[in-house]
């Protein structure tokens, strides 16, 4: 019995350690992992942690938090934007995990997920970013160790580089590089960098200068960047100076010798006039800066602007490599006195820049800058991107992410684009143009050197501008013969663009309409279908901008009689049209729908703006007891624009006799009330073709 008791008890002891173990477990698995956050522009480089989980904040998509590289990115990258770049979290943030390893010789940049990443020639420490899940057996810090910010300013060339002064030697902050060319006189070259483990500051291998100007002289633009090389600009050489060299030379355009006052030999002279570049290894490429733009000063106060002048204005920059250094310079001069002569302020003119080269990307947007003066230095401080010329793509970008509320958007101001183009594009623009036309977008060109008569045939869309612009008048296109004489340009642009009643394309199919809906109140109609009416009758309206200067919207109920619900000078609000729609009271009685029409054209269509397109929805459930034939044309004689909607019992020749041409589509026909939502779409898509089809003279 001793035996049995001493095993029972064994036994009781056995389970209760292994009871307590499972729950020690249990409250082990049961313990969250704290996930610290970092910011939007915290480098990979300045956490000593090698491998890690964080949470990067909303709103990390932006060009001041540079990337470079792409899949794997160098540690002076910000993480939040790399992640974004990687397409591992959206502009909402989210959870990352990021591993470094070793450094590369080279780092390709790309244009990903919205964020343009940049090339770097070599970095001696780099990272991966992944989903933010935690890899088995691997301990990850809830805080985060970071290197000193305590830094000294060394100089090496031209850049003052700051360095950490207290930092481990297993885990270095990551240094800015250092170019060892200076800018002023010499095309930018790769430096060779050595990190001596007890420092913390490269050290730039010296290069004579001599060696760099011939070096650059020599070096080929590779062909695949040049973008009008001998395939698309043939070898003809033009009055303006736009003389294109042999293939071998590297060189894109022959600059006027005059312009540079040196002599033709000299080295300075040969580095200007050569622009050659090599694949991730310029520092205009880089978007490393100087010191000046390390640390920037403060902002001006906001500027209320030039009041008269009150756009949302968008400039496509082209930083193509056909323009060549010196051409880009001037067009960022040409931009920043636009921008003086503009007035930029909260209640004038807004202005921010795309530079499109192979893809477009935003240097800033319409809330970065708000008066004219931080906005010429952001200019100056661009970099050429290069590539070749795609402004149908650049436009096509400009309609889907520039213009957005979140951008700077204000919805009252009209929409402009103004695209600089040197020569002609590289690839197809009336497709991209139209649709951003028809989002209400002004488009304005701004033509430079065009082709000339031997240079035609190496154009890919012909008559590009006729095909891209607002209207064809000749207002919306200014054609420049030489990139020197663009400074005689800044006014006429300036007044065109801030002449708010000449912007056509500010109106679309959905916000410069005055809608009439005349509804059949008639006894057949019923209670319940005429609330469904009703409803059919807000679903069109609420997929319009109504304002007292956008779309209005008004409403004639009839039977044999007929009434006026509301006119278009009413409700200036779409939340109050849909209110004064519900209130709508159901009438009862025959079918007059001639007098309907005749009534709806005295009360409402008489009094429409002369800028408004006047446009009819009338609804009925049945025939007629008058004629409807001659007071529908009466209204087309008139300008209104006239669809009929018929349910069950309407007499089809009756409605195409109301409709306007062509009938197919302006007339529409459901067998009961319930399907009537059917249409709303269709119905709306025909008014905007209808719009889009005018003419563009």
Request: aromatic letters at 8%.
């Amino acid at each position: 019995s001793f035996s049995l008791i001493l095993c029972l008890f064994v036994l009781g002891v056995f389970l209760t350690c292994t009871y307590t173990a499972k729950e020690a477990t249990k409250k082990t698995k049961k313990a969250k992992l704290y996930v610290p956050q970092i910011d939007c522009d915290v480098k990979a480089g300045k956490i000593i942690n090698p491998e890690f989980i964080a949470k990067c904040p909303p709103g990390c998509q932006d060009v001041k938090y540079r990337v470079y590289g792409t899949d794997i990115y160098a540690s002076f990258s910000s993480v939040c934007n790399a992640a974004i770049h990687s397409g591992i979290i959206d502009n909402t943030g989210g959870k990352i995990l990021v591993q470094k390893v070793a450094g590369h010789s080279g780092y390709r940049g790309s244009f990903s997920n919205g964020v343009r990443s940049l090339s770097l020639p070599r970095w001696r420490e780099s990272f991966l970013v992944s989903e933010g899940k935690p890899r088995k057996g691997v301990t990850y810090p809830s805080t985060l160790e970071y290197s000193s910010s305590k830094s000294t300013a060394v100089k090496s060339g031209n850049v003052n580089v700051p360095t950490g002064d207290a930092i481990r030697k297993e885990h270095q902050t990551t240094p800015v590089p250092t170019p060892a060319t200076q800018m002023a006189t010499t095309t930018p070259t790769p430096t060779t960098t050595t990190t001596d483990p007890s420092t913390t500051v490269p050290q730039p291998t010296a290069t004579p200068a001599a060696t760099r100007t011939t070096a650059a002289a020599a070096k080929t633009r590779p062909g695949l960047h040049r973008v009008r090389d001998m395939a698309f600009r043939g070898t003809s050489t033009s009055a303006s100076n736009r003389n294109i060299l042999r293939h071998n030379t590297g060189v894109q355009r022959q600059e006027p010798v005059a312009t540079f006052q040196r002599a033709a030999g000299s080295s300075a002279h040969l580095a200007m006039e050569t622009d050659s570049w090599k694949p991730g290894l310029s520092l205009f490429d880089t978007g490393f800066s100087s010191k000046e733009e390390l640390n920037p000063k403060p902002l001006e106060p906001v500027s209320q602007g030039n009041q008269n002048c009150k756009v949302d204005l968008s400039f496509l920059m082209d930083g193509s490599w056909s323009i060549g250094k010196r051409r880009f310079q001037l067009q960022k001069r040409f931009l920043g006195n636009v921008a003086q002569a503009l007035g930029i302020g909260s209640a004038g003119p807004l202005m921010g820049i795309v530079q499109y080269g192979d893809d477009p990307s935003t240097e800033f947007n319409l809330k970065t800058y708000a008066n004219s003066k931080d906005l010429r230095n952001a200019i100056e401080k661009i970099q050429q991107k290069g590539g070749l010329s795609n402004v149908g793509k650049a436009l096509s970008f400009v309609n889907k992410n520039f213009f957005l509320d979140a951008n700077g958007n204000r919805g009252g101001a009209p929409n402009v684009v103004v695209v600089m183009v040197d020569g002609w594009p590289t690839d197809r623009v009336e497709e991209a143009s139209r649709l951003a036309r028809e989002s209400g977008i002004n488009i304005f060109f701004v033509t430079v050197e065009a082709a000339a008569q031997s240079e035609k045939q190496n154009v890919i869309e012909t008559n590009f501008v006729d095909k891209a612009v607002c209207r064809t008048s000749g207002f919306y296109s200014i054609n420049v013969p030489s990139w020197f004489s663009l400074h005689k340009v800044v006014q006429p642009l300036v007044k065109r663009v801030c002449d708010t009643d000449r912007l056509a394309c500010s109106k679309t199919c959905l916000n410069s309409a005055d809608i009439g809906f005349v509804i059949d109140g008639s006894s057949s109609v019923g209670t319940g279908n005429f609330r469904t009416v009703l409803q059919f009758v807000a679903n069109i309206s609420k997929e319009f901008e109504i304002s007292d200067t956008d779309t209005r919207i008004g409403a004639v109920q009839y039977t044999y009689e007929q009434r006026l619900e509301f006119s278009f000078d009413k409700h200036s609000t779409k939340q109050d049209v849909l209110n004064a729609i519900k209130r709508i009271s159901y009438w009862s009685g025959g079918t007059s729908t001639g007098a309907a029409i005749s009534y709806a054209s005295e009360q409402l269509f008489s009094k429409s703006k002369p800028n408004k397109r006047k446009i009819m929805i009338l609804i009925t459930d049945g025939r007629s007891y008058d004629d409807v034939s001659m007071p529908a044309m009466a209204a087309h004689q008139n300008g209104v624009i006239a669809y009929s909607v018929g349910v069950a019992w309407a007499a089809p020749d009756e409605l195409e006799a109301i409709a306007s041409d062509p009938v197919k589509e302006h007339s529409f026909f459901v067998d009961e009330f319930d399907n009537l939502y059917r249409y709303v779409n269709q119905l709306i898509q025909n008014i905007c073709t209808e719009f889009n089809s005018q003419p563009r003279n």
